[in-house]
């Protein structure tokens, strides 16, 4: 009678990564001001928890759809696979857009808590620095006219100026800001 031989290998259990969910709670949500939850419950961007848990879970959803995911049926089955929400695509548009002003305040306090001083500008004897993004937008009519929004960040207020646009047949200066 033949015999049987098996060259199976037994598996080692191997050492236990931490899952993402673990890694965003360290490296992202520690570095995020205290009362963000507060905050979107305040500015009315996390009234409701339903299948998103937390203000950080919608943070992440918004920073998944800007970076990875390019649509929002994506984004819903992204959240799905990562664990993050079980919800649909309309649900995530709609929660993205009555989170703008809870972004626009969560980005202040990260930006005034991330600017410090730095020697070398005290030296200089700088008073005020901005900085500064120009994005361009196309608009549908007038020949596909173009308009170019400016907004600038002030560190030493730890405020974002208002908003300005123009048409792209003109600049805008420093002084103008």
């Known amino acids: 009678m033949p015999r ?63 970076y990875t995911v390019h649509s929002f049926q994506h984004l819903s089955i992204w959240s799905l696979l990562v664990g993050v929400a079980d919800v649909s695509a309309t649900d995530w548009r709609k929660r993205l857009q009555r989170a703008s002003a809870w972004l626009s305040w969560l980005l202040q306090e990260v930006l005034a808590v991330s600017t410090a001083a730095s020697p070398w500008l005290v030296r200089g004897g700088w008073r005020r620095i901005l900085l500064i993004d120009g994005t361009h937008w196309k608009c549908p009519g007038e020949q596909g006219m173009v308009w170019r929004v400016h907004t600038a960040f002030d560190p030493a207020f730890r405020s974002i100026d208002p908003t300005q646009g123009n048409r792209s047949a003109g600049g805008r200066t420093p002084g103008s800001l």
């Open 4 to 66: 049987k031989t098996d060259d199976t290998t037994v598996n080692e259990a191997l050492q236990a990564t931490p899952a993402l969910a673990d890694e965003w709670a360290t490296e992202v949500v520690t570095r995020l001001p205290g009362n963000v939850q507060h905050q979107a419950s305040v500015l009315k961007a996390f009234e409701r928890s339903r299948q998103i848990r937390s203000a950080t879970d919608l943070l992440r959803g918004l920073l998944a759809y800007v």
